[in-house]
């Protein structure tokens, strides 16, 4: 019995090492948590979107369109269009349209977009149109900077607001003056797209780094070509890659953007919004020793209105005169002692035992800033 339940175990043994050995083999293969992809990093250079912009005529408003004695361009328009479709107007006809509105139409042409393809468009009024709900959107070409037309727009407008008013009251959510069509423009023309230059592509980094550039490097060197060196960097954004030509490009490419890249840490970084008074710092900020003293300065102005009447048949006149209190407040400011923080974390620790409010926060990052005990590009937008 003894010799059966050894043999048991070490059975068992071996069908648990051997379950275990592939969850070993993708722990130690499986890339770096802080590893992205290569097309989270970069771009190819020439695969890039174009923007594409119209002129058009909304109708079927529910009386929310142009007030036509003040927007005259789209009178103009509804004219000419009525012209182009065989409808004449007599000379001097005022027209007084209530349910049409001008808008600016607005697109994004994908790379690589063929004639057919539909893509999606944003129409904004230009005029004193109230609404664009439940209106539909006239034929309008699209065009690009070269001034051809890519694209053709037409369709219903879904306008994700609501609004109403009656009695001089106003109720309104969300906005009414800008519509969305999800396909609602057809692609009739073709952006050429070239990927590379001859035998070669180029990688464009999201945003200069020499060290993130040479470890992509290393990276497809590694990885497609171990025994011949294909990539060099051309200097800290741009990557030179050498290329198959035709179809195999296309898989070449696909191998490349999913590679596993561990991006360089960013520079040391605070943004200051001073007008809503937010602060932002990446994990990079580290603080230096310092001491800090913030004191709050704190000014009340009280005003008391009085009256002064004169007697009766006096031939006075009632004065009424103010007066003012200023009472000027200094709060103590004790002398806080910031140790060294080499984290985040430890930043935050420390700004925070100063007790300061985020509008006096700004002020403090820009005085540890000059005094040099905060290492950060400081930038206030």
Not at 207 to 232: C, M, Q, Y
């Amino acid at each position: 019995m003894k010799k059966n339940e050894g043999r048991g175990s070490s059975i068992w043994n071996r069908v648990s090492f051997f379950c275990l050995l592939p969850m070993v083999i993708m722990l130690v293969a499986a890339p770096p948590a802080s590893a992205e992809r290569v097309k989270d990093l970069a771009s190819i250079q020439g695969v890039r979107d174009n923007q594409l912009i119209g002129y058009g005529l909304v109708v079927g408003l529910d009386g929310s369109g142009d007030q036509t004695t003040q927007t005259p361009f789209t009178v103009q328009s509804t004219i000419s269009m009525l012209a182009q479709l065989g409808v004449t107007l007599p000379p001097g006809t005022s027209l007084q349209l209530k349910n049409v509105a001008a808008v600016m139409v607005t697109a994004t042409l994908p790379p690589f977009a063929r004639a057919g393809q539909t893509i999606d468009i944003t129409a904004s009024s230009i005029g004193n149109a109230k609404s664009l709900r439940g209106g539909t959107l006239l034929m309008t070409p699209l065009k690009g900077a070269d001034g051809q037309v890519y694209a053709m727009a037409q369709g219903n407008m879904l306008v994700g607001g609501v609004g109403a008013a009656s009695g001089g009251a106003k109720v309104q959510v969300n906005h009414l003056s800008v519509g969305r069509i999800p396909g609602g423009a057809t692609v009739e023309r073709a952006v050429p797209t070239v990927l590379g230059q001859g035998d070669y592509i180029n990688l464009e980094l999201n945003a200069t780094d020499f060290t993130t550039a040479t470890r992509l490097v290393e990276a497809i060197n590694r990885e497609l070509s171990p025994s011949k060196e294909i990539a060099t960097a051309q200097d800290g954004r741009v990557i030179k890659v050498r290329a198959p030509e035709g179809s195999a490009r296309v898989a070449f490419l696909s191998r490349i953007e999913n590679l596993q890249v561990d991006p360089a840490q960013g520079l040391a970084r605070v943004i200051i919004n001073a007008r809503t008074g937010s602060v932002v710092m990446n994990q990079a900020v580290t603080l230096d020793n310092c001491a800090i003293s913030h004191g709050n300065l704190t000014v009340i102005i009280n005003t008391d209105t009085t009256v002064s009447q004169p007697n009766a048949l006096s031939g006075g006149q009632t004065v009424q005169t103010a007066k003012s209190t200023i009472d000027v407040q200094s709060d103590k400011g004790g002398l806080v002692m910031l140790k060294k923080g080499v984290s985040l974390n430890e930043v935050v620790k420390a700004l925070n035992s100063i007790g300061a409010t985020p509008q006096d926060l700004l002020a403090i990052l820009q005085a540890m800033k000059s005094a040099g005990a905060m290492r950060a590009e400081l930038e206030i937008i």
